[in-house]
């Protein structure tokens, strides 16, 4: 099998491709609307705590399962402990990229439609943008159809392979999003009043700090890292022999929260910079207080106030296509290797499954919004079991068996690349993976769970 999967062509591309896998609406979206809630500057700085003790060392176990095995994420665990039940770790990676993809495709819907406006100069005019994302949500055609061309436009990518499709994109990609979001920075800082946003991002506020808030960093890190849902095993199993993976998780986990903190420094001084709007507007900080930014802001300047929100979308929709890319990949590469289906075959398969679903999670807001499963949504049940239940499982058992079932001979040569890298904390490391990664996981399980 190793000699017939295909790999990354380059260490650049790899750094690209994951990167592009943790980056997306969880960094643009949840990460900023989260740090509003949570008091900005304190969050941050537990988030990047997080980051440097919880979310490398699991991505790094997730690399190295998938280099070892060099097997997609169903069946990495089935070649690394053969006759066990531990199959079954790979096996929810690979329902929670149906599951994601299906209900993460109507999110994805909902930036492309705000491109469009955009472009059509919707958000310079006067309206009730909260009766705009209502309307729009409930619709039964359009946030169907949006999500089609979405899912689409990641099939695409997808049936090219891994160096022509994934690759090569993610090269492309990852830079645009970078520029546009540093060019939508300098936008921000030069509007008037924005002194409140930075002191908000930069000064920390310690009596801000609570249980809640420290769950919301720990839980933020893996959701926006996307560990545990079988994205970077699956990417890892297309590195190099060479590909230093301590590296490789520390240049994501940097891009990342680049991108996250950045993100914060085009939306919170803009927000600050108009009067009685909230910074604790929640998941609606992005599709109904923007917006407003938007009109109040640049009413005076519309061609500036057209390029921001035209570039702030665009820039939602690269990120979002990274992701959705690598939800795609994950059960594409499971289909192919489990069942022998040729790559274009396996991908139609994804693509139609995920459609289906992302359906019944569109309608959920409208058509099919009377049919709850313990009093949700079809839309709001899919995030609730994979976000709150199944990634943080596969987060947990990750670590569990890195750190305590896999031989540590075999972690060793993994990180160490058979010993011709020096890593002097790897004990360290083996003991985050043993101890602090499983606790502090089973912390937020229990906490989003009551």
């Not at 053969?82 to 999110?107: C, D, H, N």
């Not at 090269?171 to 540093?182: E, G, Q």
């Not at 800082?189 to 420290?214: E, Y």
């Not at 665009?314 to 040729?342: D, N």
């Amino acid at each position: 099998m190793a000699n017939e999967r295909a790999s990354f062509g380059s260490k650049i591309g790899i750094i690209m491709a994951s990167a592009g896998s943790a980056v997306g609406l969880g960094n643009i979206w949840r990460f900023p609307y989260l740090a509003g809630e949570d008091g900005g500057a304190a969050f941050i700085l537990l988030y990047v705590i997080c980051v440097l003790f919880l979310g490398i060392p699991v991505m790094v176990a997730e690399f190295l399962i998938g280099r070892r095995s060099k097997a997609n994420t169903g069946q990495a665990y089935e070649v690394l402990a053969p006759g066990t039940q531990w199959k079954w770790v790979g096996l929810m990676g690979v329902l929670a990229a149906f599951l994601i993809l299906g209900y993460y495709g109507v999110v994805a819907g909902w930036t492309l439609e705000y491109t469009v406006a955009s472009v059509a100069g919707t958000f310079l005019g006067a309206r009730d943008y909260t009766a705009y994302f209502n309307d729009f949500v409930s619709d039964p055609w359009w946030p169907v159809i949006y999500m089609f061309l979405f899912i689409l436009m990641t099939h695409i990518i997808i049936v090219r392979g891994v160096k022509d499709g994934i690759e090569r994109c993610s090269k492309v990609m990852m830079p645009m999003l970078f520029l546009i979001l540093c060019v939508l920075v300098v936008c921000s800082l030069s509007l008037p009043g924005t002194a409140k946003g930075l002191t908000f991002l930069l000064k920390p506020d310690f009596s801000k700090i609570t249980g809640k808030v420290v769950l919301d960093a720990m839980g933020q890190t893996f959701f926006s890292m996307s560990v545990g849902m079988g994205c970077m095993c699956t990417y890892a199993s297309y590195f190099t022999k060479d590909a230093n993976l301590m590296k490789t998780a520390g240049s994501v986990a940097l891009i990342n929260t680049c991108v996250a903190v950045l993100a914060g420094f085009v939306i919170f001084p803009a927000v600050f910079s108009v009067p009685g709007l909230s910074v604790d507007a929640g998941p609606g900080l992005l599709f109904v207080t923007l917006p407003n930014v938007f009109h109040l802001v640049f009413s005076g300047m519309p061609w500036l106030g057209y390029i921001f929100s035209l570039m702030f979308y665009v820039l939602l929709v690269l990120a979002t296509l990274t992701s959705t890319i690598s939800l795609h990949e994950v059960a594409t590469a499971y289909l192919c290797e489990r069942f022998k289906l040729g790559r274009t075959r396996a991908a139609w398969v994804v693509t139609g499954v995920c459609a289906a679903l992302g359906v019944c999670c569109a309608l959920s807001f409208g058509l099919l919004s009377d049919i709850r499963l313990w009093g949700m949504t079809l839309f709001t049940f899919s995030d609730f079991l994979t976000a709150k239940l199944m990634l943080p499982l596969g987060g947990m058992f990750i670590a569990i068996f890195t750190g305590w079932w896999l031989d540590r001979r075999v972690v060793r040569e993994e990180v160490t690349n058979n010993g011709a890298l020096d890593i002097p904390f790897f004990k360290f490391y083996v003991f985050l993976l043993k101890y602090v990664a499983p606790v502090s996981i089973a912390a937020i399980f229990i906490h989003e769970l009551f």
